[in-house]
Structure formats: C-alpha cells, structure tokens
C-alpha cells in the first residue's frame, strides 16, 4: 500500500443524525456543564426580557427587607427587656442573701452560753470570734 492509497486515522465525513431519529442520550440527565449553562442561558433571558427587576419586585424585597430588621429589633428589645429582668432578680436575691446572714450573725450574736456545758459554749463563742472577723472587727 502507498501512503496515498491509505485510509485515515480520522474520518472524513461525519454522519449527522436528523432530529427525529431515536438516540439513545435523550434519556440521560444533562451533564454539569450544561445544566450550567442552560441555568445561565435562562437568567440571562429573563433578565433581558423584562429589562430589569421591575420596581414592584424591589419593593417587595424592600418591605421584606423591613420586615425582617423590625423583628430582629423586636427580638433584641424583648431579650434586653429578659436581661434587665434577671438583673433586678439577680440584685433582690444578693439583697436577700445579705439580709439572711445578717440575721444568721445577729441570731449568733446573741446566743448565750452561760448555761453551757464548756465544749458548746466554746463551739459558740468561736462562731462568735468568726462573725466578728467577718463583719471587720479585727479581733
């Protein structure tokens, strides 16, 4: 054989299917990259059908928007309103943990130990001597 006669490596005409033949790919799903493009294809019609968004459908996402900013505010107003509550609790409860260990010192304070026998009224007066470190009396 010459190099002239040979066949090619690659064909020379290509046989193109009609548009009403049966292939067997119509039932396969579109590959990335055309799904892709089809995705952009449409956005880019719809954009250049309407011309733009219409100002209808940018007052909408405004109002939504708006609506979105004035329940966040609303949330963060009720949660202030929350912690200024748990505040004020929190200072009624130190306030009444204050006036419970005033009346524990007082209520120790004023215990008597004369009648005693010697190990409680020692136990006694040792709270006696820890109450008044506590309350600053440098004893």
Do not use: C
């Not at 299917?17 to 956005?43: A, C, H, I, Y």
């Not at 505010?73 to 204050?98: F, G, P, T």
């Not at 009648?115 to 820890?130: Q, R, V």
């Amino acid at each position: 054989m010459s190099p002239t006669s040979s066949s090619p490596s690659t064909p020379q005409s290509v046989f193109l299917r009609d548009e009403n033949e049966f292939s067997p790919n119509l039932d396969r799903p579109l590959g990335r990259k055309t799904s892709k493009k089809q995705g952009k294809d449409k956005n880019s019609l719809i954009n250049d059908s309407e011309g733009s968004i219409t100002t209808e459908r940018w007052q909408q996402r405004i109002e939504l928007a708006h609506a979105k900013v004035e329940r966040q505010e609303r949330a963060l107003a009720q949660h202030a309103e929350q912690l200024a509550q748990q505040a004020k609790q929190l200072i009624i409860d130190q306030k009444r943990n204050e006036l419970e260990e005033k009346r524990l010192a007082l209520q120790i304070m004023q215990t008597d130990t004369t009648n005693m026998d010697p190990a409680t009224a020692e136990y006694w007066e040792n709270l006696k001597l820890e109450t008044m470190r506590k309350r600053t009396f440098n004893l």
